[in-house]
């Protein structure tokens, strides 16, 4: 019996010696899907996917639900979502107003302190990495190549920071645990320094194409360096005294010595680098009489591919992942209600109004015949970027085609005669049958980016967001040549732009010559988050956040009620009465520490070296 027992023992000590040999086989196994730090750092391509996530963190998700837009003198937001807040000057060191609503905002979230030196650590893991990833000779180019993005993305979100905050720490290292996280600011002339060489060094790496689409060249690299110099060059950074009098570290801000003229030219000078290429052109820059220009516009902003005017595009798709309410489909979030879309990041009446009339010369609602038809005979980049009363758009669904089969825009009201009592609301307006709380508040909605071809309640498009194209450098070079006093040049580059547009020549000089150049670029790069840093580095604040201006449209029918918005045959109960107004709730307000960010309470908690921006 004993001897049985021991038998016993001894098979059991085997069997569980053996599966925990089993197990600890099992727990030594990689993870499915999961890679280790020297397996990323031994294999090119797992790099190349490691900087794919750079990529991400530094452009952003500008297609989101909320747009940088919202934030200027472009478009209102129409759920709010502390964006009315923000626009009223209410940021404190503490809350940014709607600027990081982490379920729903993924583009402003991104543009945090926090986010952007995260993805600062990752460059910086990179490039502590990359030089031990051994390659044959074949592959050497792919290697140049990746370094070159990686030097472009480390630029590219050092500019997103000193856009915001000034002068920032510029960390080179991927700190560990046991180090020293108190560091000074940098001072801002420093971090342009720094960006520059950031971006010198991309160009040497980069080839002038990449086979994958969205991937950083040459171009792109020498293009965001004339880019930080034109902003390195505005007033913003040399006239501290004018927004932060008494601010005690102005080279936080700005600079303190040198030359603006200097620095113009070298604005100029990185432009020209881009121009000097000849590899870019505008799309379809001379239009041919039988041309519908709109159109051609329209065709550009919603091209899946890329064309010669593409410098730096970032491409989405219908699988994109994602984040809270980041999922991708711009034409949802924009579109008119009346559609079953959301009606968010309607166009101000203040951007709409901007738009010349086709002589080029300013449209007036004081004028009685261009208020009684105030969408004729305008800029064509209007009908690409805006859709306003009665315009034609895409096929409505079925519960819309009831109830206007000829699908146009209907933002107006139908009122008696008295002028008071509305009889019928339209089907795109707060009052109008179909998610009426959709509805925008400004009388229009986005045209620009959208495909009109896909109903987006079921199809999200796959349109690239261009972030830097070719007719952008072209206005940088125009405005660095009018502060250089070169007008010349800068009229010839202004032109081209504008010939493509179907819009005469500018002929003007000096400060006029300014103004129209700010006017050209606000419309030619709408929604395209430039405005929001233009209007900071142009010092005019007060001239964009001010009470906004929206559009009410009426028919007046001698009538106690009418069967629908348009009469039988889909003609109008007459011609429509056009009255800008207020946009509701949409006072905004200036305060001149808005010119940068705060920087938040924690981090200066966390960091006592750190010194706030004036006014908080």
Known sequence: MRKTLYIWIFLSILVI?????????????????????????????????????????????????????????????????????????????????????????????????????????????????????????ADQDRKDNLIG???????????????????????????????????????????????????????????????????????????????????????????????????????????????????????RDAAQDVIDLGIYDLYKKDPGAGDSIAQNFVDYFTTKGETDEDILLQCFNTKSTSEGWAHYNPALYCGPNGYH??????????????????????????????????????????????????????????????????SKIQVGYVYNTDGVTMLKAGLDTRKGPIEDWNGGYSGYYLRKFVDPTLDPQYVAQEVPFRHIRYAEVLLNYAEACIELGDEGPARDAINLIRKRAGQPDITESGDALRDRYRQERRIELAFEDHRFWDVRRWLIGPAAYHQTSAILVKYLVNAASVDGYRQADGSTWGN????????????????????????????LGKNPQLIQNPGY
Request: glycine share 6%; aromatic share 14%; net charge negative.
């Open 576 to 603: 429509p009465i056009f009255d800008p107004i207020d946009t509701p709730n949409d006072a905004r307000a200036w305060n001149d520490k808005c010119y940068f960010f705060a920087i938040y309470r924690d981090e």
């Open 149 to 267: 993005q990686a030097y472009f993305l480390r630029g590219y979100t050092y500019h997103m920071l000193t856009s915001m905050f000034g002068g920032v720490p510029i960390i080179t290292k991927a700190y560990g645990l046991n180090d020293n996280f108190e560091v000074p600011r940098n001072t801002y002339e420093e971090c342009i320094n720094y960006i520059v060489g950031q971006l010198d060094s991309a160009a040497m790496f980069l080839p002038e194409t990449q086979s994958t689409l969205g991937r950083v060249t040459k171009g792109a690299a020498l293009a965001l360096k004339a880019r930080v110099l034109l902003y390195a060059a505005s007033d913003l950074h040399h006239n501290m005294n004018t927004y932060a009098p008494g601010y005690s570290n102005p080279e936080l801000l700005g600079f303190t010595g040198g030359s603006q003229q200097t620095r113009w030219q070298a604005a």
């Open 341 to 406: 879309n959301w009606g968010n990041n309607t166009p101000l009446g203040d951007l709409v109004d901007d738009y010349e009339m086709r002589d080029g010369s300013t449209f007036d609602w004081t004028d009685p015949a261009l208020k009684a038809n105030p969408y004729a005979n305008r800029d064509q980049r209007l009908y690409a970027t805006i859709l306003y009363e009665g315009v034609q758009w895409r096929t409505r669904p079925s519960d819309g085609l009831l109830l206007d089969p000829v």
């Open 17 to 137: 010696s053996y599966s925990c040999e089993k197990a600890e086989d099992f727990l030594d196994k990689k993870p499915l899907g999961e890679y280790s730090e020297v397996d990323v750092w031994s294999d090119l391509s797992l790099a190349e996917t490691f900087v794919n996530g750079i990529y991400k963190n530094a452009l952003g998700w500008p297609f989101a639900i909320e747009r940088l837009s919202d934030y200027v003198d472009e478009s209102f937001f129409t759920p709010d979502w502390g964006v009315l807040n923000f626009n009223k000057s209410l940021m404190t060191q503490d809350d940014w107003q709607g600027w990081s609503w982490d379920w729903a905002t993924p583009h402003t979230l991104h543009l945090r302190w926090d986010p952007l030196y995260l993805n600062v650590r990752r460059t910086n893991i990179f490039f502590s990495k990359i030089d031990g990833l051994a390659v044959d000779e």
